[in-house]
């Protein structure tokens, strides 16, 4: 697949090779799922709690005796049937995580990359550098390219003034090529991708 390489100002800068083992694939939605919900489900807190019959505040003591009241047998007023009671099990704080293949998530990365391809959302990118940490600079560019919703990936390292730039630009994220996701791309409308990215990506997914 051989596509345009643009440069920040809209002009061309030639053309690139997109390898069919990583940017021709046929897009599966199964694996972009399972990609997709191992990532969130790892990225979820798990924090949420809710207090046991042993945690609530009110007395020990048993509520009335026994025998002879004519109404039903009970201790103390933390059991879970009374109002305000300790919770019978609720959430405890526990990781929502579980294992998936190495194989598959790199597939996944594969399909998510294959699927912007086949969308016609998917852009080269000569370099992303600045001279200068200036954002209205990157958002007039940004604009006249008419990008949005937009994710670019660079290659190793990111370049310091081109990253500060795009910090306060809304709508506009950059990653390494090293944290390049399957969330994060099919989230956004447009991915971008450098020259130096695309070599990355394509040396880490062969």
């Known amino acids: 697949m051989k596509l345009d390489v643009i440069k920040l100002d809209g002009g061309k800068a030639g053309s690139v090779d997109l390898g069919d083992e990583v940017f021709g694939l046929e897009p599966r939605a199964d694996i972009l799922h399972r990609v997709v919900r191992w ?10 709690k809710v207090k046991t019959r042993r945690e609530t505040s009110y007395s020990t003591k048993k509520i009335y005796r026994q025998k002879g009241t ?50 016609g959302k998917l852009i080269v990118l000569d370099e992303a550098v600045l001279a200068d940490a200036r954002t209205s600079v990157l958002a007039k560019q940004v604009k006249e390219l ?33 944290g390049a996701n399957v969330y994060d791309i099919l ?15 394509e040396a880490r997914l062969k």
Not at 39 to 48: C, P, Y
Not at 91 to 113: E, M, N, V, Y
Not at 171 to 178: E, Q, R, T, Y
């Open 70 to 119: 004519g109404g039903a047998r009970h201790g103390d007023r933390n059991a879970p049937i009374f109002r305000k009671g300790g919770i019978y099990k609720g959430p405890t704080p526990r990781s929502h995580g579980h294992d998936l293949p190495k194989k598959i998530r790199a597939l996944g990365l594969k399909h998510a990359l294959s699927a912007k391809a086949a969308e």
């Open 187 to 201: 989230k956004r409308d447009t991915l971008v991708i450098t020259k130096a990215g695309v070599e990355a990506l």
């Open 39 to 48: 990532q969130r489900n790892k990225a979820q807190a798990g924090t949420h």
């Open 146 to 178: 008419g990008w949005k919703k937009v994710l670019i990936i660079d290659g190793a390292e990111l370049n310091e003034n081109f990253t500060k730039a795009a910090a306060n630009i809304t709508g506009l994220d950059v990653l390494p090529s090293m």
